[in-house]
């Protein structure tokens, strides 16, 4: 009889969840606590890992290994499930020469540089031979791996963050979420403004601290298994179930920057920490997909974080920190949070101008991908679509095609999820509300563990197990839709503004 | 003509270095920052880790490599120096088996917990089992590694920190240290202590950080190329000259313990930010021996740290932070600092009385290895030899043989370099006095760059090309000797207690 093949696979698999545990954390420092200096070892420590990865992922006792374990068909339904992941990842990663992975991540560490340079100047021609260069590398890549079944270049892409998304099928949802949410805008935009001028306070960076970790109490996050820290750009990055890292950033003058970061970064913590810990060595302690991540970060920072139950519960331990806020009242504050107003920069729009900004870069970077669009004439293609889409033109680069960091760092593809994380968090909300009674009570005294506890049961104990759309079609009963969206915006946004949408 | 062994040679240890920094990082985000649920995928992180540096130092290729850049006798001496470092590192690896090293580590991990417990309870049974096993592999070790030119099996262990140095030079220059510290000690404990009661001064957290902030930018650390931050046990990691992580410990009462263990750690750390960055990516940047690394945290904790000079110019600034200090002469403040007493825990213990403990130490553990002491009897062993050479003996085994973590990580074989640090550290102070005319002025106006320079001349920049004894002669002129640190403890601690020593 052979040698069963899982020693070798579960020794693999250990190994490369320990080495990206470290890439997270290589990762994490250099955002946090990593001083200036320290930039050039940290380069060559992070291409040492990425390439032992890409080697390990691929070393021919792990395929032979994948392949004897496939062809046994094994009965236990974990075991089934953490090959088809395992098969996934390698069979991406071994299309791929290394040559070119390590092509792209000097490319992309390049990039990144530039762009920061680029955006402060506010000028693309600067940047654009760096961009150029990514998207050759990344098409390359794309070619490497293959079109996938139904698909089309920009697929391969794609199929890194969101696996089992198609363009056709984006093209789709995104049309009629369009369709629907452009009016929608127009009609809220000519609106009066609900008053905001009680949220300029003056926030000392201590009392926003202190509230947003009051805050990652109330969610239940674990503060054995994670941390908050600050950064220039909030993230979630973690090392395994019990070591979460979370960052926030704080201006100031505003303190709803540092709350709604924290509660949007939580949501991703959250799930970090409710991934299968009975897994934390092989490759099903992960989330699916990058969408049904953001649908986490999500559901926590709007669909609770901006409702007016949340507010009831937390404006009070708000304002005790915020004296200038005393007197406020929860509608008041709520209204406030959520103004809708046609802007620029993704990472400023409310939630219902947000996903016109992702309708935007896919419609773009989906172009540059296919050849349709020249590198050297994305400025001007951007600053139409922006006028087209959002009804808003950028006068500079910087507010315009320079704002966001993804295309430096050569994520094309990525930007979709964001959008499928809102409809995801939708769908998801709708049906928490559905099967928990009281929901919404349970919010408004701040009681926030009994949706937590839903959410760790259909979505974060899961892992790898699902994909992302099996795993809302099983909590929720339906598969990918904007419905559940367009019910939330029409219902809060007209009780908000006094208009039947 | 066949290739150049040389670009193998280069790719192989810039991957080393590069996976050594995140060794180090790992290490440091243990003590610093991770949460505490983090300590089981840290464990596989750090196993991860070690393992392929293990592979990839002993990697067929490499083998080959070097053996074929030796035969070609580089004329280059950075690169014969190279050679001779990658040498003894691949040797000593390539000696022991893999699945040594994978158990070494797993008992470490193992004894490391266990023995903090046992410390809590003050129990050496429970931790005995442990230190068994560990003694056991690391005799293995010894013996796979084979006994160093002129040694014995202890000498296999001690070239892992000290290489050159062997127990029988270890023996007669820690007899002739004992021969006239003995008589010193006895004599200086008898005299009635400096007063220092001033010292117990309320001393918040926030202004001793601040003050040790003063200290690190007072003796030049580089804050672009470092930080410092708070842990337990106070230590120093580098990844990097440009990114060298520095701790400390505060406690409220006791605003000295933080400002020492600062000096200390400040010395390694201006040690690994003065190393040849030009070999950043090669074996030469790195300090030829833990010994000659604490001579450099010992000259800034005690021959600079514990001087009158050094008091003369920074205590006005301490008084500021601390008023309770306000009208303390820095005269009565360097006496205060400078008590000699006899101690039962060496790292509380004064510079004069330190060195005992080192001895203690050395004898116990040289008679572990080589088998003349049994774990069982090690706690009456410890308690006995105590009383021989500290002459004070323990009451329960916290304060006694648990006191060390070292042991729990099977570290035999290092803490001699902590008496040969010392010993370096006097004759490196004695040198730069001699060669800087008005060195102690300097210090006395708070200028301390002239002395950091010179060790960055003497000691920092050479980095591994010559071994610690050639560091030693080539800057004071004589290899290793007691004769400096003797005149120093006799002179000061004479003038100090006002007797003829």
Redo the contacts between chains.
């Keep these: 009889m052979p040698a069963s093949p899982w020693p070798t696979l579960d020794r693999a698999m250990?190994?490369l969840?320990?080495?990206s545990?470290?890439a997270s954390?290589?990762q994490w420092?250099q955002e946090t606590?990593?001083?200036?200096?320290?930039?050039?070892?940290?380069a060559?420590?992070v291409?040492?890992?990425q390439?032992?990865l890409h080697d390990r992922l691929t070393a021919p006792e792990v395929l032979d290994a994948l392949a004897r374990a496939e062809a046994e068909r094994p009965a236990d339904p974990d075991r089934a499930a953490i090959l088809r992941a395992l098969r996934f990842d390698v069979d991406r990663a071994v299309r791929v020469p290394g040559e070119l992975v390590r092509a792209l991540a000097a490319a992309q560490s390049a990039a990144v540089e530039v762009w920061k340079e680029a955006r402060a100047e506010s000028r693309f021609d600067r940047f654009a031979p760096r961009l150029e260069e990514l998207l050759r590398l990344r098409r390359e890549q794309a070619d490497a791996i293959g079109v996938p079944q139904g698909g089309e270049r920009y697929d391969a892409l794609l199929e890194g963050y969101e696996p089992g998304m198609r363009v056709a099928r984006l093209e789709a949802v995104f049309a009629r979420l369009t369709g629907w949410l452009r009016p929608v805008v127009d009609r809220l935009a000519g609106l009066p403004p609900p008053p905001d001028a009680f949220l300029r306070v003056e926030a000392p960076a201590e009392a926003q601290w202190g509230f947003t970790l009051e805050l990652l109490g109330a969610l239940g996050f674990?503060?054995?298994?994670?941390?908050q820290?600050r950064s220039i750009h909030p993230f979630t990055l973690a090392?395994?179930p019990?070591?979460?890292r979370l960052t926030t950033r704080i201006f100031e003058e505003l303190p709803l920057s540092a709350i709604f970061s924290t509660l949007h970064e939580a949501g991703h913590g959250l799930y970090e920490q409710g991934l299968p810990a009975e897994h934390?060595?092989d490759v099903l302690c992960a989330a699916p997909s990058m969408g049904i991540h953001e649908s986490q970060s999500r559901l926590w920072e709007n669909l609770v974080g901006r409702s007016l139950p949340f507010w009831r519960a937390f404006l009070p331990a708000l304002a005790r920190r915020f004296p200038g806020l005393a007197g406020v009242s929860p509608e008041a504050f709520h209204r406030a949070a959520n103004r809708v107003e046609r802007s620029l920069v993704r990472v400023e729009a409310d939630e219902v101008t947000y996903n016109l900004h992702i309708v935007l870069r896919f419609e773009l970077e989906l172009a540059l991908v296919r050849g349709d669009l020249a590198v050297r004439d994305l400025p001007g293609a951007w600053n139409d679509a922006s006028g087209r889409i959002l009804g808003i033109r950028p006068t500079d680069d910087r507010d315009g095609v320079l704002q966001d960091i993804h295309w430096a760092w050569g994520e094309f593809g990525y930007f979709p999820t964001y959008a499928l994380g809102n409809l995801y968090a939708a769908q998801l909300f709708a049906a928490a509300r559905r099967d928990l009674a009281g929901l919404d009570d349970e919010i408004g005294r701040g009681r926030l563990h009994p949706l937590r506890d839903w959410l760790r049961e259909r979505v974060h104990r899961i892992g790898r197990r699902l994909d992302a759309e099996e795993i809302v079609r099983a909590a929720t009963g339906e598969g990918l839709s904007d419905a559940a969206f367009e019910r939330y915006v029409r219902e809060k946004y007209g009780a908000l503004y006094g208009v039947a949408l």
Excluded: C, K, S, W
């Design positions: 250990a190994e969840r320990a080495l545990g470290v954390l290589l420092d606590y990593m001083p200036p200096r320290g930039g050039a070892a940290r060559d420590q291409a040492a890992i390439g032992i674990d503060p054995d298994a994670g941390r820290d090392a395994d019990g070591d979460v934390r060595r």
